[in-house]
């Protein structure tokens, strides 16, 4: 049974027809890595009938914040959430020298959540404690644990989840892809010398590459080992 999902009305959501695409994917967290970038596309090798969907945080911290934002507007099939790291761009709290207002403009453009089916994808997660429709825009873009001051502690929203909409996200640096029948994590941190990876949405299977180099240090106790989950 679809479960089509209901977010407040002050968050932009985009709502799409899965029927209207040969293949969907879905890939975790870029940071301005377009070689990374460039080396998926090649392998997911997506024509204009497959949709290519960005979990966001698209630019800050790698290289090339610029050239994954052109890269990205140049397909009208390529599309993306806005992350917490877009988020900071727009509200003018961090800047990328490389980038213009039109690309801030852009950035502001982009939806909190894009959804198919019973399929939402967001950059930061869900808390199931409560409506979708009572979050904010913070908490879509920036949750992760679910205990008091959040941070990178148990429980995580997406091990405790179990419940439709399936919530595909990124935000939380992953050792690896973290997936179940009600949550999809796919941060694995290209930036940080860790792979970039996508969900075949039809194959129901992730795919990823290495990245060339690794452009930021991250402390262990910041990358998350997910529990496994048995997916129904």
């Known amino acids: 049974m679809e479960h089509s ?3 407040g009305d002050d968050l932009t959501h985009r709502r799409i027809d899965s029927d209207d695409w040969t293949e969907i994917y879905v890939v975790g967290d870029v940071h301005g890595c377009r070689r ?14 497959d949709l290519v969907v960005f979990v966001g945080d698209l ?7 610029k050239g994954v934002l052109d890269l990205v507007r140049s397909r009208p099939n390529l599309q993306a959430v806005r992350g917490n790291n877009e988020q900071k761009l727009v509200d003018g709290h961090k800047s990328v020298d490389s980038l213009n207002n039109e690309d801030t403009a852009y950035l502001d453009s ?30 879509l873009m920036t949750l992760r644990s679910m205990a008091p001051g959040g941070g990178y502690e148990r429980p995580y929203w997406f ?33 940080y010398g860790g792979a970039l990876t996508a969900y075949d949405y ?23 080992e997910p529990q496994t989950v048995t997916v129904e």
Do not use: M, N
């Open 110 to 139: 982009l939806p909190v959540a894009l959804s198919w089916d019973d399929t939402l994808v967001v950059h930061g997660g869900v808390d199931h404690r409560k409506p979708l429709a009572e979050h904010s825009v913070a908490e």
């Open 202 to 224: 039809r194959a129901e299977e992730t795919l990823s590459v290495e990245p060339p180099e690794t452009y930021r240090e991250r402390s262990a106790d910041s990358i998350v």
């Open 5 to 7: 999902p209901t977010l």
């Open 59 to 65: 630019v800050r911290k790698g290289p090339d914040s």
């Open 159 to 191: 091990e405790e989840r179990h419940e439709r909409p399936r919530v595909f996200f990124g935000h939380t640096v992953l050792s690896e892809p973290f997936e179940s029948e009600f949550a999809v994590g796919l941060d694995t941190g290209c930036v």
């Open 36 to 49: 990374s970038l460039e080396r998926l596309l090649d392998v997911l090798s997506p024509d204009r009938e």
